[in-house]
């Protein structure tokens, strides 16, 4: 069942931002694109595990700022042809409010 | 996804490079828009034919060099009609009609057919064992022959011939090679390098019969020899004729198409019939025809975009070069060198060595450049060819190649055939000979930027570009696919850098969406490469109107502080001109103390760089070095990082101007300024230039008399001294000049480049013209650089540490405590 967990309005993540949620499995990175929409992935790219939440957001992807791997927002994916994917949680918006399931096999991880 | 019924249909007749590669482009741009029927006479998938000759030579097999195999089709939901020829467009129904007699309807044509080899019409041409050389086909029959008979001739000494001569001579025949001129492949090499070429093959064993006119080919039921001119015979079991290609454009010219010597195209590659396109070596663009693969892929590309309905490219043709693919010789051709009265030539002849270089040039750019022996460079010369680059500035040193200029990078490897696969090419990624030629090999790779998306390769400080293409161009064999002669600013635009600096000021656009819809950005938000660019543009252009927008900056520029592989950041307190205090020290040491900083480091820069401070301290740790009267040192941005200094006339006995309070002057004027890349700035007291000044991107050196100031230079990843500007008398006209040369490059560099390659591509003498001797223009670029200081002398930490900007940035948005 998802348990969903309020983390704060949506105005707090800046537009083509992002923001941390710090769980004791690790941070999430919290994403919001230029229509408002919100994803949640683990804070490590596949890569080198440099932190997504510091990276650009372009359209619904972000580049990591350590060697520019380019992650799928809505599926953790490294764009081709980079491999590799990042664990993705849960996340929406109601009524201004932004609302996360953590994944725990993903948060232990 | 559309019903197949409601898409519209797409026919391509030719199943080869140039037609599946503009398929491979639509499909990239858009997938759904077409049911795609591709027809072609040859019973294959679609191959790399640029690799029959390896083939031939038994370097590689068939397999090796399919491009796309019937799987592909399938994956893709194209009708493959392998083995059915079209013989005829009916335009008014919008028809094909199939050998069988089969009428296909189409709504867009595409005709990539490509080019036949040339038969001379000899006496005997038809007889068995006289073929040409253009498909798998002649391939195979020319390796059967290899076992079954002993000698060949190869009818024409060009790029063709001469790799066919050498494959068929691997196969164990006796080969003589009959060409009509007295040079070798004249229509890429001068004289002197057609020599060298045909010295080295002769010594391999082949036999050169020239010049020499074919008369006719002898026998009755198969060839069995052939007559020159001069009445001389050579018995012959095999004729390989490869004297040239004919586009084949006979299909067209039938359905009323207009051709002259090809398919005449638009520059969106559509024939007079607008819902007919045409690619490739059938096609003849702006009077040109091509035979090699990098223009089709050009072309494949803007026919694609045209298909998909994004009608932003135009082709504007190719500048081409060459490299023969005969294991062990090292060939290059670019460009026009057939000599003329307004050209120049450059020549370097080293007989004992093999190595012969001719650089033409014309207009201070090189127009050309034929390479034997030492090929290295060729890409080099060809990057500056094709960027127009005016090179009077290199021109000494300009035929001992990139290296020489120290601008070959830091490998100072040369030669890419004689390397090993263990051996490193990229040294940012690690990544060797082997991976790059295996991901070629393998991942069917023909691009610089194919290479760098699947390898990492050259993608990260670039200073093996030159390397990566020598391999491209060692493992194709042949051309690969070079960029187009203007880069774009990013993959999001066609347009570049130039393009985009210029729109902005003419359409006064003041913010990145504006930019992206005028100028048809491709992608929503565009990229992290044309974000921050953008962003910088903007800035430089609109000093105190244009809102800095953090999310289009990296994210050192956005915290002002240096990310760290563990996501961790550095921190460097600005020390004008390289001075501290006791009490600056102290406070550093006290901070270093305070928040548990693992590591201080001096810098290259005279600094000092307190490693692995946590994010979230950081604005803390700016308070306290605010506290003591510390401010951002800058050391993450593209903008003014550091002045580098001696003590000069205040203490040393050599100094002859005061070095130190000149370096601290120009920090205090210049800092906060964004420009295109980072700049580093060095001031020394005297000639013996302790503070190096003349490898930094503007640097003076004090004399007696006045102050020379110097610019231009590099010590990263290439290393380059400075050129020299100019020198002036006093130091209020030292800073006039650095300031207004460094404002110039801010409205002109383009992001990333670093002053000296900006110096490079525009000119020493474009930029002296404008900085030293236009005093009014000095004056007025001073005058802009001032204005924009008052809106950027803002210390970044003080903002943060206490006024709050941006305090969200470095707080988390929530702290769970999960069950």
């Known amino acids: ?109 | 996804m559309l019903d197949k019924v409601t898409k519209q249909k797409l026919v391509v007749i030719g199943n080869g490079m140039a037609g599946i590669r503009t398929v491979e482009a639509l499909l990239e741009r858009a997938p759904d828009l077409y049911d795609i029927t591709v027809f072609g006479s040859e019973p294959y998938g679609n191959y790399n034919r640029i690799l029959l000759s390896p083939v031939l030579a038994g370097e590689k097999t068939v397999d090796d060099i399919m491009l796309n195999t019937v799987d592909w089709y399938e994956d893709n939901n194209i009708t493959l009609r392998k083995g059915e020829t079209i013989t005829m467009i009916d335009r008014r129904t919008c028809e094909v009609v199939t050998e069988a007699g089969e009428r296909v309807p189409y709504d867009r044509l595409l005709i990539a057919t490509g080019s036949n080899p040339i038969m001379l019409p000899l006496p005997g041409k038809d007889l068995p064992g006289v073929i040409g050389f253009r498909d798998i086909y002649d391939v195979d029959r020319m390796i059967k022959a290899s076992t079954d008979y002993r000698n060949a001739v190869v009818i024409g000494g060009g790029l063709l011939g001469l790799e066919a001569a050498n494959g068929l001579m691997k196969r164990g025949m006796n080969v003589t090679v009959v060409h009509l001129l007295d040079t070798l492949m004249e229509r890429q090499l001068d004289p002197v390098a057609g020599g060298l070429l045909r010295k080295s093959l002769e010594e391999r064993g082949m036999v050169f019969k020239m010049p020499a006119q074919t008369q006719a080919i002898l026998g009755e039921d198969r060839v069995t020899g052939v007559r020159f001119g001069d009445g001389t015979e050579l018995p012959a079991d095999l004729v390989v004729m490869a004297v040239g290609i004919r586009p084949n454009f006979e299909l067209a010219k039938k359905a009323g198409l207009y051709c002259e010597r090809g398919i005449v195209v638009s520059d969106t590659m559509q024939t007079y019939d607008g819902r007919i396109y045409a690619v490739g070596e059938c096609v003849q663009h702006r009077r040109q025809t091509y035979g090699l693969v990098a223009p089709l892929f050009d072309q494949a590309k803007v026919c694609a975009n045209h298909l998909a309905m994004k009608g932003f490219a135009t082709y504007d043709g190719s500048v081409t070069s060459t490299k023969l693919k005969v294991t062990g010789i090292d060939l290059f051709s670019a460009g026009d060198f057939a000599p003329g009265p307004d050209k120049e030539e450059i020549v370097l002849q080293d007989a004992n060595r093999g190595v012969y270089k001719r650089i033409i040039l014309k207009d201070k750019k090189i127009v050309g450049a034929v390479l034997y022996g030492d090929t290295i460079d060729g890409p080099w010369y060809f990057q500056h060819l094709r960027d127009g680059t005016d090179v009077s500035h290199m021109r000494e040193r300009l035929v001992f190649g990139a290296a020489n200029l120290g601008d070959g990078g830091v490998s100072g490897q040369s030669s890419v055939a004689a390397m090993s696969d263990e051996t490193e090419i990229c040294g940012c990624n690690g990544v060797c000979k082997g991976a790059i030629v295996k991901a070629i090999s393998e991942k069917k790779l023909f691009t610089l930027d194919d290479v760098r998306a699947h390898t990492k390769a050259s993608s990260s400080c670039g200073s093996c570009t030159g390397l990566v293409e020598q391999v491209l161009a060692f493992t194709l064999g042949g051309d690969y696919s070079a960029a187009p002669k203007v880069k774009p600013l990013c993959k999001c635009t066609d347009h570049s850098h130039d393009d985009v600096r210029r729109v902005i000021v003419e359409q006064q656009l003041k913010t990145i969406p504006a930019v992206m819809r005028f100028m048809e950005w491709k992608t929503l938000n565009g990229c992290h490469s044309c974000r921050p660019a953008l962003n910088y543009y903007l800035l430089a252009t609109w000093p105190g109107e244009y809102r800095d927008d953090q999310q289009s900056r990296f994210i050192n520029e956005r915290v002002h502080a240096n990310i760290q592989k563990d996501g961790t950041y550095s921190v460097v307190p600005r020390m004008w001109g390289g001075v501290t205090t006791p009490s600056e020290l102290r406070a550093i040491a006290d901070v270093a103390e305070k928040f548990n900083i693992p590591t201080v480091k001096v810098t290259g820069g005279q600094r000092i760089d307190l490693l692995g401070v946590k994010k979230e301290d950081l604005p803390a740790v700016w308070a306290d070095l605010n506290d003591a009267g510390m401010v951002s040192g800058h050391a993450y941005a593209k903008g003014l990082r550091t002045v580098k200094t001696c003590v000069g006339s205040e203490w040393c006995r050599f100094g002859t101007q005061d070095s130190t309070g000149l370096g601290v002057k120009l920090e205090k004027f210049m800092w906060g300024s964004w420009t295109p890349a980072k700049v580093k700035l060095g001031v020394s007291g005297c000639p013996r230039n302790c503070a190096e000044a003349t490898c930094k991107d503007v640097g003076v050196v004090c004399v007696d008399s006045g102050y020379e100031i110097h610019f231009a230079g590099a010590a990263g990843l290439h290393i380059k001294g400075t050129e020299f500007l100019t020198k002036v008398e006093t130091e209020d006209e030292c800073l006039e000049v650095i300031v207004a040369l460094t404002q110039l490059y801010r409205e002109e560099g383009w992001y990333l480049e670093r002053m000296y390659k900006w110096c490079d591509r525009v000119g020493l003498e474009q930029i002296r013209k404008r900085v030293v001797d236009d005093v009014a223009n000095r004056k007025a670029l001073f005058a802009r650089f001032g204005y924009s200081q008052q809106f950027a002398q803002t210390d970044p930490w003080a903002e943060r540490a206490s006024r709050g900007v941006d305090r969200n940035e470095f707080a988390p948005l929530a702290e769970l405590e999960l069950a």
């Open chain 1, 1 to 109: 069942m998802t348990q969903w967990i309020e983390i704060g309005a949506l105005t707090d993540i800046p537009r083509l931002g992002s923001r941390v949620v710090r769980t004791p499995g690790g941070n999430i990175a919290v994403f919001r694109t230029e229509s408002d929409e919100v994803f949640a992935l683990d804070d490590r790219c596949p890569h080198k595990g440099g932190p997504l939440s510091q990276g650009i957001v372009h359209n619904k992807r972000v580049t990591c700022p350590l060697h520019n791997f380019v992650i799928e927002l809505a599926s953790g994916q490294a764009v081709a042809p980079d491999e590799g994917c990042t664990h993705t949680h849960p996340a929406k918006v109601e009524n201004g409010v932004v609302w996360l399931s953590v994944r725990q096999a993903a948060a232990v991880s």
